[in-house]
């Protein structure tokens, strides 16, 4: 038994072929799959922003039929710009109170411009525009995401 050696311990060629190709396969699968998570994450985002927009801007034409909100005779009552969302004076608080509908304006977050102020993210629809046509003008009437891309259910983001 002296002259016998030991079988040498390691991997073959083989084997090391074998086990980068499942680990590049692997890679290949987790990486869209990644994407894809992202992107429903952002789409969830953009869901809750555009319901908490609309909810806000509803609120403001509310309060405007109430006569909380000061406006101009032929105004519709919504606000002026998405800004007002952040406060505007009561008009039946004694004190000189201030109704306040979102605590900021929030940033699209499918918008792909990193240094575009949030008001700017966002596409304004007027009470005299059509939903084929929206077009900005006097008052904002509705908010739609600004851009190209398309939801993962290929409807596209203006259309939400």
């Known amino acids: 038994m002296k002259g016998r050696r030991a079988p ?30 992202v ?5 969830q985002a953009l869901k809750e922003t555009l319901r908490d927009l609309r909810a806000a801007i509803d609120a403001f034409k509310r309060a405007s039929a109430e006569g909380r909100i000061a406006r101009a005779v032929g105004e519709s009552g919504y606000p002026r ?17 201030e109704l306040r509908f979102l605590r900021r304006v929030p940033r699209n977050p499918v918008y792909q411009g990193p240094d575009t ?6 596409g304004l629809r007027s009470y005299a525009s059509t939903h084929e046509q929206p077009r900005p003008g006097r008052d904002v009437f509705d908010i739609y995401p600004l851009g190209d891309g398309k939801g993962i ?6 259309a939400w």
Do not use: C, H, M
Request: charged fraction near 20%.
């Open 153 to 158: 259910n290929g409807i596209p983001y203006k």
């Open 8 to 37: 040498a311990g390691g991997f073959t060629i083989i084997e090391l072929l074998v086990t980068v190709t499942l680990v590049g396969i692997l890679g290949a699968i987790a990486v869209p799959a990644g994407e894809l998570l």
């Open 81 to 97: 710009s998405l800004a007002e969302l952040t406060g505007v004076p009561d008009q039946k608080d004694p004190n000189g109170g």
């Open 39 to 43: 992107q429903r994450e952002r789409e």
């Open 117 to 122: 102020a949030p008001e700017k993210t966002w």
